[in-house]
């Protein structure tokens, strides 16, 4: 082997990016949600969807949802990162497991008159959005979906006459009798 | 149940007794006037009072790190929290157990800019492994015990416990510690049966394997160096370390190779290099290590083993990974090996030996000698050559004299060697040195430092006089800071800018000044009768030794650079090269 001088090709990085849903239970606490979200920023890495809320009162457990993305590699090293943390139970990544239910709900204001409103509510039937109030100028519309079909819904209505947006961020379970 | 009535005041020193804590470093100050009320009335835990509270953080690091036991610290909220932020970054990135407790405002004010107040659990969290606000005083003995519990199990490192001062103040059932299992924080210990076996398989086939050890090794504890020193003796291969593992296998044996990374030496670096089988126990792929990623130890099979499984695969893929704590697994690899159908013959090492020999007798840590100006690394070799035989306890702070330090002084034992080596915290040998003398009364301690560094926490030299500690402050004087200056010679065409140690104060007269003894030395003809006079003297001493001021640290690998583009001395005949030219724009982005 050429011990001295030895020049070496540039490195392949052509590693593919990949989304993945991670659900996390932590024990409710205060700061639990600074910690996880602190240890994203502060290790450069990216939270696509953070979903957080008590699921089980008396044992003071919460369940976080996080859309991530990144190489395989940056993915492991997320969730050894925080399966650290002393305050979380579990880390289990559903996009691993295949095939999870994924959900978010999304509230849409929109306001107009005459032939954007009836469309309005044309485009919210055909979505099977809930309408959850409605003056003469405006409707508020709830839709509860993949992230791909409220995309396509906020889209359409962005054009009708959408004047506000909240969106809660992915809620993602496995199908099947298993638990977490 | 049965606990026993008490403040909480009263519950911190009691949990620090019940915990086997002897001695606490800290600084008072209205927050937690109750606790050190509450320490007035006892003496089973020693409080040393230091002089800035960055330097009671280093202090316990120093104790934790040469005795093996957690280190504590207890300061006031606002700027005595801020203040210790320093070293809980130190010993998060170097895996140091400690326990801070943090006085607070009480809970009625927390949020409203109070006097001294500052989010201590905000600004700590990332700089902790773990930390706590205390708003109970139900919580509280259950908090402390947990923080002690977290502090030292898995990867060891630093939890804060804020405590607001009417807690405090507040009566509460004391719980004693019990053995009851954590309830989410439960690191593995054992490593993985299967994975020890392949990682062995793997091992027996090595034609050119290399033990790469570090900090993990020291932190697992004694018996983890034991069992190190027997897998070696055992299988046969030679064994490198980190900056950090100094210590864990004997730097006199002939199968040591020496620090490797950054400045170490030719022999470690090549063997990492040319490696067919690394066996990684207890350190972590740190940059200064690897030198150039893409071309880190290019033709090897990789084992890791580490007690933490975020650091395995997080810079260098390797092959078996085995999250486990390193005496565990090391006892286990020893088993396994020696269970092996066929052990494979010491001999096929010959040719890999015969390699690494003659790769050291290129005598990368050969200098220039002086007769007329005192060679730092000369110093390190003179002072190392005086306290050989004495149970001798080195710290550092941080820069070109750490280097000639790890070079040049010879560890034979675990837990003698305390330094900053993930943070690079300059300050950091003298409260380190203040905490290993305490717990250590009867060693020698020495630290070996810069004169830059040196001033960082040259405050703490009062501590040392007032606790009679007899620690002996080693200053390599060069008139620089000067690992600045060598990269800046390096990296910036010797423009020095703001590297020059202007204004230094006399360090003889600055040492009486606080009750200690001064000594200067400035002749390589004077300087063993002088390193005589200060081991010889029973109380602290400054020796200011008048180095080189032009002396650069070799080997190294520059930036961007890997472990087989070393720099040498040019006392090894590697002139004509200038260290600019070697060193691309890209390695210049890199620190």
């Known amino acids: 082997m050429n011990a001295m001088n030895t020049h070496y090709p540039d490195p392949v990085k052509v590693e593919p990016v990949n989304r993945h849903t991670l659900a996390v239970i932590v024990d409710n606490e205060p700061g639990v949600l600074a910690r996880i979200s602190g240890m994203f920023s502060g290790r450069g890495y990216n939270i696509e969807s953070l979903t957080v809320s ?91 979906g993949t992230t791909e079909e409220i995309d396509r819904f906020v889209r359409l209505m962005t054009v009708i006459g959408l004047v506000e947006t909240c969106r809660t961020g992915i809620s993602a379970m496995g199908r099947g009798a298993e638990p977490l | 149940m049965g606990g026993e009535v008490m403040t909480g005041a009263e519950m911190v020193i009691r949990a620090f007794q019940d915990q086997g804590v002897d001695t606490l470093f800290g600084y008072p100050g209205g927050a937690v006037l109750p606790i050190y009320d509450a320490l007035f009335h006892q003496e089973a835990v ?46 998060m990135l170097d895996s140091i157990p400690l326990v801070c407790i943090t006085g607070q405002v009480p809970t009625h004010l927390i949020g409203t800019d109070a006097f001294q107040e500052c989010d201590t659990v905000g600004i700590t969290r990332h700089c902790t492994k773990h930390n706590y606000l205390v708003k109970s005083i139900a919580d509280l003995p259950r908090i402390l015990h947990e923080a002690f519990y977290v502090a030292k199990n898995g990867r060891p490192g630093p939890v804060v416990v804020d405590l607001p001062k009417d807690i405090q103040f507040a009566s509460g059932l004391y719980e004693k510690p019990t053995s009851s299992q954590h309830k989410t924080y439960r690191p593995a210990v054992e490593g993985d049966r299967e994975r020890i076996r392949a990682a062995v398989e793997l091992m027996a086939t090595a034609r050119r394997p290399v033990f790469y050890t570090g900090g993990g090794v020291i932190n697992s504890g004694p018996e983890a160096s034991r069992l190190l020193r027997e897998l070696v003796a055992e299988t046969g291969f030679p064994v490198t370390s980190t900056l950090m593992g100094l210590g864990a296998y004997p730097a006199s044996d002939d199968k040591f190779l020496g620090m490797l990374g950054m400045h170490g030496t030719y022999e470690a670096n090549l063997a990492m290099h040319e490696c067919d089988v690394m066996i990684c126990v207890g350190a972590r792929f740190d940059d200064r290590i690897t030198g150039r990623l893409d071309a880190f130890s290019p033709f090897s099979k990789k084992i890791h083993i580490d007690v933490d499984a975020s650091s395995i ?5 390797v092959d078996v990974g085995i999250v486990g704590d390193c005496a565990s697994v090391l006892e286990d690899m020893l088993e396994a090996w020696r269970a092996l159908p066929s052990r494979p013959d010491k001999s096929n090492l010959e040719g890999w030996f015969g390699k690494i020999a003659t790769w050291r007798a290129r005598e990368c840590l050969a200098y220039w000698p002086s007769g007329t100006i005192i060679k730092p690394q000369y110093a390190v070799q003179r002072l190392y050559e005086a306290c050989k035989d004495r149970e001798t306890y080195i710290t550092t702070e941080v820069g070109q004299h750490q280097m000639w330090a790890a070079q040049y002084f010879k560890f034979e034992e675990p837990n003698r060697w305390m330094t900053s080596g993930g943070l690079g915290t300059m300050g950091y040998g003298l409260p380190a040195a203040i905490g290993t003398q305490l717990a250590h009364p009867d060693g020698l301690v020495i630290d070996i430092a810069g004169e830059a560094s040196i001033l960082m926490n040259i405050q703490e030299l009062s501590t040392a006089v007032q606790y009679r500690l007899p620690v002996k402050i080693f200053i390599l004087n060069n008139e620089y800071m000067g690992m600045v200056r060598q990269w800046q010679e390096l990296l910036h065409g010797s423009r020095y800018s703001q590297s020059y140690s202007e204004s230094l104060p006399d360090f003889v007269k600055l040492a009486e000044a606080y009750g200690a003894k001064g000594m200067r030395c400035e002749k390589p003809g004077d300087l063993d009768a002088a390193i005589a006079e200060m081991l010889a003297y029973d109380g602290p001493v400054i020796f200011d030794c008048v180095v080189d001021k032009t002396e650069n640290c070799f080997p190294m690998i520059p930036s961007g650079k890997a472990h087989n583009e070393m720099l040498l001395s040019d006392y090894l005949g590697e002139t004509g090269v200038e260290l600019g030219d070697v060193i691309s724009e890209e390695g210049k982005m890199l620190v």
């Open chain 1, 54 to 144: 008590e699921t089980e009162a008396e044992r003071h457990l919460s369940r976080i949802t996080i859309v991530t993305s990144g190489t395989d590699a940056v993915i492991q090293q997320i969730k050894a990162q925080l399966d650290r943390l002393v305050p979380v139970h579990r880390v289990v990544d559903l996009t691993l497991q295949g095939n999870a239910i994924e959900r978010e709900i999304c509230l849409v204001k929109v306001a107009g008159q005459g032939e954007h409103r009836s469309e309005a509510l044309r485009l919210a039937a055909a979505f099977g959005a809930k309408t959850l109030d409605a003056t003469l100028s405006s409707f508020v519309f709830e839709l509860t």
């Open chain 2, 46 to 91: 020693k409080h040393v009072l230091v002089r800035h509270e960055q330097g009671a953080v280093h202090a316990a690091e120093g104790y934790a790190r040469s005795s093996g036991k957690v280190g504590c610290v207890l300061v006031t909220s606002g700027p005595g929290a801020t203040n210790i932020v320093t070293g809980l970054t130190d010993a």
């Open chain 2, 313 to 317: 695969n997080k810079v260098v893929k």
